[in-house]
């Protein structure tokens, strides 16, 4: 049984069929920003100790980006190799288009989300954010939807994390049958907003049944006043959003870029562990 797991496993792998959804990839870095750069950043030179700053807030910081530049450098390493090395025809990377490519699929896929009506996407939709989608949806009340609106993007998409990767080399696998994957995380700053809406039928003047769209409060009453058309909802709010993207290399062949959902910056602890050997050291006065 088991040589006959690995065989089909082998086939697969060499046909293509592997599952597009392979998780985020490991030692992907999302810098830490602001409040969560935590002590990182806190305090002056003249504090004592290093607990929240002086020279051991230095020292923190000086360790992340050491360790952010080991891990940019790895990836910029990885791109390479899977862009000459891995596969003949060379697979695309789209290193200059992919930050473009993530703020097109993310409006695309949250404007279907917000309708409920995933079935256009779904191609474009890795298996596990998918199901979330659905799951989501299915909540909803009967009647019940949301209107999702993103009013203006408060700066450009940035690409904070882009990794390459190639599956294990298969004895007697060609050079034109390899498989791997491309994973970008990428930074998105927008001013949104979100609506409860409820569908109410009623009759027209001339009796026929339609269905009108009524904007609806956390209990379900009806919003009455409203507001002008195009104007920006009070209670829109700026969001900050790690949108991550996914390409497929399947038999050498490249597939179209896919949401793969959402991440959050690396926790500052994490990115601390095992960087104490290693890290330049700086004489702090």
Known sequence: MAVQIAKARKDALKSGQMPLDVGLLPDTLVMPSG????????GTAGSRGTGGGGAGGIRRRLRLEWKRGKLRALETFQRLAYKFWTVKPRPRLDYFRVHSIAQGLHREVYEH???????????????????????????????TGVRWTVHRYLSKPRCVSFKAASFPFQKGELSTERNGVLQAVV?????????????????DEDGRLVVREVVVDAQGNEVVGGQEEGAVPKDAKESVEYFVVQRNLRAGKDSPWMA????????????LKGTEKGVPQVAVA
């Open 260 to 271: 793969w959902g959402t991440t959050e910056e690396t926790k500052v602890a994490e990115m």
């Open 35 to 42: 409040k969560n750069l935590g002590g990182a950043l806190r």
């Open 113 to 143: 989300f917000a309708e409920g009506n995933l079935l256009p996407i779904e191609a474009k939709v890795c298996e596990g954010f998918l199901g979330s989608l659905q799951k989501r949806i299915a909540l909803r009340a009967p009647n």
């Open 187 to 203: 930074r998105i700053r927008s001013l949104q907003s979100l609506q409860r809406i409820r569908k109410v039928s009623e009759r």
